[in-house]
T-cell receptor, first 112, second 117 residues
Framework: QKEVEQDPGPLSVPEGAIVSLNCTYS??????FMWYRQYSRKGPELLMY????GNKEDGRFTAQVDKSSKYISLFIRDSQPSDSATYLC????????????FGSGTRLSIRP | GAVVSQHPSRVICKSGTSVKIECRSL??????MFWYRQFPKKSLMLMAT?????????EQGVEKDKFLINHASLTLSTLTVTSAHPEDSSFYIC?????????????FGPGTRLTVL
């Protein structure tokens, strides 16, 4: 079993739709949860950063963490064609020696 | 800000040559830098972790003699792919962690695409 599982997609939705991206994980030591966006042939850029359980909102993006279910989500409201990219979930236990473990990424396409 | 640059962005070389990739933190000091490899449509695979002034720690299955890492200063780490072969062709991405960051956040460079002919 992989430490982090993420549906690779591709996921295609019409412009304006609400997008839901999800990851599950197996390591209960994870405390820091991140979502990265990666455009084709570019490095990942950090979108959202959450500590422990709960919700965090930033503009059109909302990150949710449910540690009891070992399940994290990223919601994108009013999706735009410019949101088309690969979204990677990532998590770590948080100590200075902790590695970040990435999901395999979900390819998202927003149709105009 | 937290900007990380990589140079070159793209390199094409002949089989058997060595290639050096630079990773720089432009506006912060990075005690730790990470090197990842990414195959098409796949996630990032951590290759090694490098701390300034000490030897890099390699992940299982990564040949340290093939992928030489030097972290000479708080703003620069280099990855040298020695005697590159076509199977080394990939997208190499570095990231850096700030010196005083208690949240373990990593900032990524734009990546270097290596093609070995």
């Amino acid at each position: 079993q992989k430490e982090v599982e993420q549906d690779p997609g591709p996921l295609s939705v019409p412009e304006g739709a609400i997008v839901s991206l999800n990851c599950t994980y197996s390591n209960s030591a994870f405390q820091y949860f991140m979502w990265y966006r990666q455009y084709s042939r570019k490095g990942p850029e950090l979108l959202m950063y959450t500590y422990s359980s709960g919700n965090k909102e930033d503009g059109r993006f909302t990150a949710q963490v449910d540690k009891s279910s070992k399940y994290i989500s990223l919601f994108i409201r009013d999706s735009q064609p410019s949101d088309s990219a690969t979204y990677l979930c990532a998590m770590s236990a948080g100590s200075s020696a902790s590695k970040i473990i990435f999901g395999s990424g979900t390819r998202l396409s927003i149709r105009p | 800000g937290a900007v990380v640059s990589q140079h070159p962005s793209r390199v094409i070389c002949k089989s058997g040559t060595s290639v050096k990739i630079e990773c720089r933190s432009l506006d912060f000091q990075a005690t730790t830098m990470f090197w990842y490899r990414q195959f098409p449509k796949k996630s990032l695979m951590l290759m090694a972790t490098s701390n300034e002034g000490s030897k890099a720690t390699y992940e299982q299955g990564v040949e340290k003699d093939k992928f030489l890492i030097n972290h000479a200063s708080l703003t620069l780490s280099t990855l040298t792919v020695t005697s590159a072969h076509p199977e080394d062709s990939s997208f190499y991405i570095c990231s850096a962690r700030k010196k005083a960051d208690r949240y373990n956040e990593q900032f990524f460079g734009p990546g270097t695409r290596l093609t070995v002919l």
